[in-house]
């Protein structure tokens, strides 16, 4: 629950740095078709950047072999046992979030059903691959994907501009942007900046569109005219590309405007610095940091260390493994007098594999620790912290009885006692 909802969190505030950038930088100039391309991609890249998780290179390190331990188990009280009486704010967090997905989920399919039964209500003809749709005069024209849907009673010249205008938004599949931005927030409902995405999205797709009929040698005048003819008294559909009355004012200013200098079409540029710390900040974890323990939290004492052997993988070449002195039953004394299960982890349910990474040198010593793959902050620096302090190991040998340097993985699982205290 805690991973969905920081995940969220994490997307929702790339989306607001990136349309920052977007409205103080580029929103002023006409390269409508860039920016369309810069605000889909930053949808995109917000919502799968924080789900990746990549991993800085360990460096090189002198070591041939690498050898996989079994996990080691930890086990904590659950939050209902620490607490029980407490109000689990988390879960009504979660709950909330999970109940505004529902909704807009909902309105989403609601939205498709009612473009289908406009599709199934009215006559269809198809012409150049373009399923033509005639509707009555209460509805202004509009398309969604490679349906048009117009009006029955427009004249022969405004239908061709119609036409046109909307023909720009199937050949340049405007659709497939207002299905991703839904998508979209279907999930991010709760971020104000999800539906400024929105708005300045369909802005964008109508500058496009009439920028293609003026293209095609129409009159401006007329064209804007014929606009505002449209708009008024028309029901409009807000789930797919449209003659919008609030954007028609904006639109024929547009028009007028002085298409902007070729420099200005590079401004994007200026957002890879953006992007890139986005991406070290949200998917990358810095395997190679050594924990102190004194930023830890205090722990509950209820810990219990499942014993499982250690199996080397991949020792076709290993004369012999790498040892804790005093063996695994020494290992495991050790681990369960060291490893604490963080306290604020155990009170948010918190659970899973600390994969932890690191060399056991010819001399015996630890180095290079790090996370190969983690579940949560305070788990994995326990984790860190725990495996830099062990003391020396005897060291791992090839077939020919020299002593080398050996890669180990242990992975460690905190897991929650689900039990409640009667």
């Not at 407490?86 to 473009?115: E, H």
């Amino acid at each position: 629950m805690e991973a969905i909802l920081i995940y969220s969190l994490k997307s929702a505030f790339s989306m607001a740095l990136l349309f920052a950038f977007y409205y103080f930088v580029m929103k002023r100039d006409t390269h409508f078709r860039i920016h369309r391309y810069f605000l889909v991609f930053s949808m995109l890249f917000s919502m799968i950047i924080p789900a990746l998780e990549l991993t800085w290179p360990i460096g090189e390190i002198s070591k041939s072999y690498t050898v996989v331990l079994d996990e080691i188990v930890v086990g904590g009280l659950s939050s209902t046992y620490i607490n029980k009486d407490a109000p689990d704010y988390f879960n009504m967090l979660f709950t909330l979030y999970l109940a505004g997905v529902t909704l807009f989920a909902l309105r989403f399919v609601y939205k498709m059903v009612r473009l289908y039964s406009f599709i199934k209500k009215y006559r269809i003809r198809k012409e150049n691959g373009i399923n033509m749709v005639s509707m009555d005069k209460a509805h202004a024209p509009f398309s969604f994907f490679n349906f048009l849907f117009l009006n029955n009673d427009l004249k022969t010249e405004d239908a061709e501009k119609i036409v046109t205008h909307e023909l720009v938004h199937v050949k340049q599949h405007h659709s497939v942007d207002i299905v991703i931005m839904e998508l979209i927030s279907v999930f991010q409902w709760f971020n104000p900046f999800v539906w400024m995405y929105r708005n300045s999205l369909k802005e964008l797709h109508e500058y496009l569109a009439d920028e293609g009929v003026l293209l095609k040698g129409y009159e401006k005048t007329g064209y804007q005219q014929l606009l505002l003819a449209l708009t008024m008294g028309a029901s409009v559909s807000d789930f797919a590309n449209s003659f919008n009355q609030s954007l028609i004012k904006r639109r024929i200013q547009m028009m007028t405007k002085i298409k902007s200098g070729m420099r200005s079409k590079f401004k994007f540029l200026i957002a890879l610095p953006l992007v890139t710390l986005l991406t070290l900040l949200f998917a990358f974890t810095n395997p190679s940091s050594i924990v102190d323990s004194t930023a830890m939290l205090p722990a509950y004492q209820k810990l219990v260390l499942q014993e499982k052997p250690i199996q080397p993988q991949n020792y076709t070449e290993v004369g012999k493994a790498p040892e804790f002195k005093g063996g695994q039953d020494a290992m495991l004394n050790y681990l369960i007098s060291n490893i604490k299960y963080p306290k604020n982890a155990q009170e948010k349910g918190i659970t899973g594999s600390v994969y932890v990474q690191f060399v056991v040198e010819k001399t015996g010593k630890i180095s290079d620790v790090g996370i190969k793959k983690g579940v949560n902050d305070e788990l994995d620096k326990e984790a860190v912290r725990v495996i830099s302090s062990m003391p020396d190991w005897n060291p791992g040998t090839d077939k020919d009885g020299n002593a080398v340097d050996v890669e180990m993985v242990l992975p460690i699982t905190f897991r929650l006692d689900e039990k409640k205290d009667k």
